[in-house]
């Protein structure tokens, strides 16, 4: 089975693009999280929806920040402007409700802002 | 704000010896799970422990829980140089899917 997959792997933009961060969770798994990991923070959590809704973005750090999952396969993580701050591995991990205390990892999109 | 306070930040050991990791943590948990993450990839789910259980194990790992200290610790007996990684520890506060991760022990182990 495939696991969560994450595109792109490496994004490289300049401070006030727009950056699209993908995800797709493994299928049957209805829980979805994105979060972001620096050396200063850690591992925060950014938002995370259960069954396409979100329930919890009180991690998103601010209105540059959006978060959507359109269908049970598909999210996006939008960052517009992008900021140099910004530049972070952001991952995206996906749970069931079945289990939802165990969730998998996808390998990350490191973003860097020039 | 995290969760989680691991301790040590790092730790460098010899194959074939013992690391040991501890998490504390601040308020009240439905159950803590510690997940590895190896250089440059996503975390990877280790095990988990309810907050009524007191030990768990799996392997060559050995997970105590002692929820009147709020705190936990990670075993890794007859370490490998393939046990080299990041090891985080995540606490389950309400039931709802989120996680709150701690800010993880970096484990090196030499051959």
């Known amino acids: 089975d495939a696991g969560v997959i994450q595109s792109p792997r490496h994004e490289v933009t300049e401070m006030g693009q727009e950056v699209t961060l993908r995800c797709k969770p493994i299928s049957g798994h209805d829980y979805l999280f994105w979060y972001r990991q620096t050396m200063m923070r850690g591992l925060e959590l950014l938002i995370y929806?259960?069954?396409?809704?979100?329930?919890?973005d009180s991690g998103m750090p601010e209105d540059r920040f959006s978060a959507k999952m359109p269908n049970a396969s598909f999210s996006t993580l939008k960052i517009q402007p992008s900021e140099p701050r910004d530049s972070a591995v952001y991952f995206c991990a996906s749970s069931s409700s079945d289990n939802y205390n165990e969730q998998f990892f996808g390998p990350g999109t490191r973003l860097t802002v020039l | 704000s995290q969760q989680g306070e691991e301790d040590p930040q790092a730790l460098s050991i010899q194959e074939g010896e013992n690391a040991t990791m501890n998490c504390s943590y601040k308020?009240?948990?439905?159950?803590l799970q510690w997940y590895r993450q190896n250089s440059g990839r996503g975390l990877v789910h280790l095990i988990l422990?309810?907050?009524?259980?007191r030990e768990k194990h799996s392997g060559r790992l050995r997970v105590t829980l002692d929820t009147s200290k709020k705190s936990s610790s990670l075993l890794i007996t007859a370490s490998r140089a393939a046990d080299t990684a990041s090891y985080f520890c995540a606490t389950d506060v309400n039931q709802g899917g989120k996680l709150i991760f701690g800010q993880g022990t970096e484990l090196s182990v030499k051959p």
């Open positions: 308020t009240s948990i439905n159950n």
């Open positions: 929806f259960n069954n396409n809704v979100p329930i919890d």
């Open positions: 422990i309810r907050s009524n259980e």
